[in-house]
């Protein structure tokens, strides 16, 4: 009998890996399948940071643990210029993803985690492998699944003597929700009287459907948050696999803690990848440029789709960033549950097995599994067409979204056929 750590085996694949599977596998035989499941930039990587990859391909040197000096150096500058945050280059990390980075924080913290109801799915489970203990915080639909300080807070005085670190994600995977200054200095102020170490995941920072940058809550409380970002989503390179974190004052006697940890696990984030990274966070105008159109075109197609979901009485939260947005059938609860469906991985698979939508159920991202809530990611279109039929129009209307991202079109059309048929 072979021993395996128990912390690990009770890990469970997610419904979302089994619902992309299935994803996969219908599409193998021929299915046309809406996929509102995977939330991977459409985008295509820049050019410049392309052609930087290139010009290193040859770099077959192990880098320094934290990663190099002038990537670290660059992204100090881009986190002042384009994200509003004063970080120390000396204190700025590179690994290979920023889960990676979130996950190494995990382990070295000795807190119980706070995560607000309708977050990323992979917190939880990271936190179970080591046996450690979170706890959910409620949000509620009407200020689209945003935590408020008044909830922050209530735990806090019900559990004054736990070492706390709440995980903060804005632009939120799976709401599409961006926090404003207002709801992060309200949240910074209790996190202030409570010495909660916040870890903020600034993954889709730039992906903000009406300002250049999203606000951070390090600008309110940078004594204690630690900001995560990365290549993965604003540059549209989810495979290069790297990612930073910056580790704020009263949290910087970890570095060598950090340094040992990498480099007794990873080593250093791959050579060539780190001088492509340098040349993205440069941000060059056109850069920059591009992740306006994109962002400007996830804007017109989320709209588009919150529209038509609210006009048949589909709950959806209101799209500002990132790729997703969270929609409801609660209202026609009584009906979905005389067939039989209960809970939100029932509904799904129900979805995708008779109208072939792919929708994530709720129950993946910390939600009751009886509340049918999913998240509906909305970048099942080719992204290199639509940025070149945006950039020639400009405009997305029924029509651009019918004809450049159609499965998006056809998906929207397939869920209100589902609620047509309930009535
Ligand atoms: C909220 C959130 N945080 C972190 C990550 C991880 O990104 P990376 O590719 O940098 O590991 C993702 C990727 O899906 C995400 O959605």
């Known amino acids: 009998m072979i021993k395996v750590n128990q912390n690990i085996q009770n890990l469970k694949p997610s419904a979302t890996l089994a619902i992309n599977q299935k994803v996969v596998a219908l599409r193998e035989k021929g299915e046309t399948i809406f996929h509102f499941g995977f939330g991977q930039s459409p985008f295509p990587i820049h050019q410049s940071i392309v052609n930087a990859l290139k010009d290193n391909a040859t770099n077959n040197h192990y880098l320094p643990t934290i990663g190099l000096d002038v990537l670290r150096n660059t992204i100090a500058k881009f986190l002042e210029k384009h994200q509003g945050i004063k970080a120390e280059s000396d204190f700025i990390y590179i690994g290979p993803g920023s889960k990676e980075l979130l996950y190494q924080t995990i382990l070295i913290l000795d807190?119980?985690?706070?995560?607000?109801?309708?977050?990323?799915?992979?917190?939880?489970?990271?936190?179970?492998?080591?046996?450690?203990?979170?706890?959910?915080?409620?949000?509620?639909?009407?200020?689209?699944?945003?935590?408020?300080?008044d909830t922050l807070s209530a735990y806090c005085e019900a559990n004054p003597n736990l070492q706390k670190a709440l995980i903060l994600n804005s632009p939120n995977n799976p709401t599409g929700a961006v926090y404003t200054d207002e709801e992060l200095e309200q949240l910074a102020v209790v996190c202030r009287e409570n010495d909660i170490i916040?870890?903020?995941?600034?993954?889709?920072?730039?992906?903000?459907?009406?300002?250049?940058?999203?606000?951070?809550?390090?600008?309110?409380?940078?004594?204690?948050?630690?900001?995560?970002?990365?290549?993965?989503?604003?540059?549209?390179?989810?495979?290069?696999?790297?990612?930073?974190?910056?580790?704020?004052k009263d949290l910087q006697f970890l570095h060598n803690t950090y340094r040992s940890m990498f480099s007794e696990t990873f080593s250093a984030v791959s050579s060539p990848i780190q001088f492509a990274a340098i040349e993205a966070f440069k941000m060059n105008d056109d850069i920059k440029k591009q992740i306006k159109d994109c962002s400007a075109i996830?804007?017109?197609?989320?709209?588009?789709?919150?529209?038509?979901?609210?006009?048949?009485?589909?709950?959806?939260?209101?799209?500002?960033?990132?790729?997703?947005?969270?929609?409801?059938?609660?209202?026609?609860?009584?009906?979905?549950?005389?067939?039989?469906?209960?809970?939100?991985?029932?509904?799904?698979?129900?979805?995708?097995?008779?109208?072939?939508?792919?929708?994530?159920?709720?129950?993946?991202?910390?939600?009751?599994?009886?509340?049918?809530?999913?998240?509906?990611?909305?970048?099942?279109?080719?992204?290199?067409?639509?940025?070149?039929?945006?950039?020639?129009?400009?405009?997305?209307?029924?029509?651009?979204?019918?004809?450049?991202?159609?499965?998006?079109?056809?998906?929207?059309?397939?869920?209100?056929?589902?609620?047509?048929?309930?009535?």
């Open 111 to 149: 807190s119980t985690f706070l995560i607000p109801k309708g977050s990323w799915v992979s917190y939880g489970p990271q936190i179970n492998s080591k046996n450690g203990d979170y706890v959910i915080l409620e949000t509620s639909l009407k200020n689209n699944f945003k935590l408020t300080s």
């Open 198 to 248: 916040v870890l903020s995941d600034e993954i889709y920072s730039q992906i903000n459907f009406n300002e250049d940058f999203s606000p951070s809550i390090s600008k309110f409380y940078p004594e204690k948050t630690i900001v995560f970002g990365g290549l993965s989503k604003v540059f549209s390179a989810g495979g290069y696999r790297l990612g930073f974190m910056s580790l704020p």
């Open 298 to 423: 996830l804007k017109g197609v989320s709209q588009y789709i919150a529209l038509k979901l609210k006009e048949v009485n589909i709950e959806c939260t209101e799209p500002q960033g990132a790729f997703y947005m969270m929609i409801g059938f609660n209202n026609f609860k009584e009906q979905i549950n005389t067939m039989g469906i209960n809970t939100s991985t029932q509904l799904a698979n129900y979805l995708l097995d008779n109208f072939s939508v792919a929708l994530l159920p709720s129950s993946d991202f910390y939600f009751q599994k009886e509340e049918l809530f999913f998240r509906l990611a909305f970048v099942d279109f080719n992204g290199e067409e639509v940025l070149r039929a945006y950039r020639n129009n400009s405009s997305i209307d029924a029509n651009f979204i019918k004809k450049f991202c159609s499965n998006i079109f056809g998906g929207i059309d397939k869920i209100i056929k589902f609620i047509k048929h309930l009535s």
